[in-house]
């Protein structure tokens, strides 16, 4: 995954045909950006973050989220970052926020030197932007109500990204004063409330990330489909962004039925029953999403594999007949899986169902034969 575009206050950076003019183009909009901008990118993308530096091949990367480990490539190759583990050590972290799969963004408060708390939230762009009023321009980081002209551009913005399938992350902040906010709400376990801080922030980043499809995905799609096997995107993406990586998957086909999953949750079981044979893509998802879907079919007769990386892919595959999981995800989605995929490869799913289906004819023809002596 690479980052490909961007807009960042009133700087930007967009898609370019080769790498060599992406760099290029991306290192002249780092050029005209502040340092108090740098630091709250960094603070954003690398403070904000769950991943961390390891090695492949005795080269140091960074593991984790691909989402994470491309913006960390953005701040370190253009941005300043040197070290993660040192970033992270030198900056005061008074704390942390998990990814919340219902607000689709995570957050992390840090201690500036002026005594004041920022507050930097990463996540699904267009929910963050319904949570900002205000957006700041990158050269002085001051900041201005967030009019419905340039919210409107930001929206564009959004969508032009997802329609050429990329995934969308917007970034805003807010300082305060003391920690915790006057204004906060806690939890019954006297934590600070995540969503009673989620208003009244300031927009400042919006970047475009490309997961380019595998070579032989769409084939295998194809001849997955050929074999009578319904193949169905679920996924946390917006619902643009995941139309298109379907449409490129050979996934979503004229007729198909696109959802989001705030409507989906809503269905009854006779709704759920009447749609599911046209559902092609299930977007902005959450983990109970999947499972619902997972055992509804299983309801309905469905024989559900179920194929995931996260922690969050879990339940479905947990709750599906076979679960395949990735042997890059998370060990929650091994432990919950039936098969771990060593080579992370879609077609090795059409592989093992080749020889699942010989397995199983092979059984009916010794019960067959057996059955006639």
Known sequence: ????????????????????????????????ISSAAKELLIQSIAINSTAFEGQEDGKPVFVGSKTETALLELAKDHLGLVSLSETRDNQQVSHMFPFDSAKKCMGAVVKLQNGQYRLVVKGASEILLSFASAFAHFETLETEPLSEEHRQGLTDTINEYANRSLRTIGLVYRDFPQWPPANAAFTDGGSVDFASLLRDLTFFGLVGIQDPVRPGVPEAVRKAQKAGVTVRMVTGDNMQTARAIATECLIYTEGGLVMEGPDFRRLSTEQLDEMLPRLQVLARSSPEDKRILVTRLK?????????????????????????????????VAKEASSIILMDDNFSSIITALMWGRAVNDAVQKFLQVSHTK
């Open 1 to 32: 995954m690479t980052v490909v575009a961007g807009t960042f206050g009133t700087t930007s950076f967009v898609h370019a045909d080769s790498a060599s003019e992406k760099d290029q183009t991306i290192s002249a909009w780092a050029s005209k």
């Open 299 to 331: 309801a309905l007769g469905e024989i559900v594999a179920v194929t995931g990386d996260g922690t969050n892919d879990a339940p479905a595959l947990k709750a599906a007949n076979v679960g395949f999981s990735m042997v890059s995800g998370t060990e």
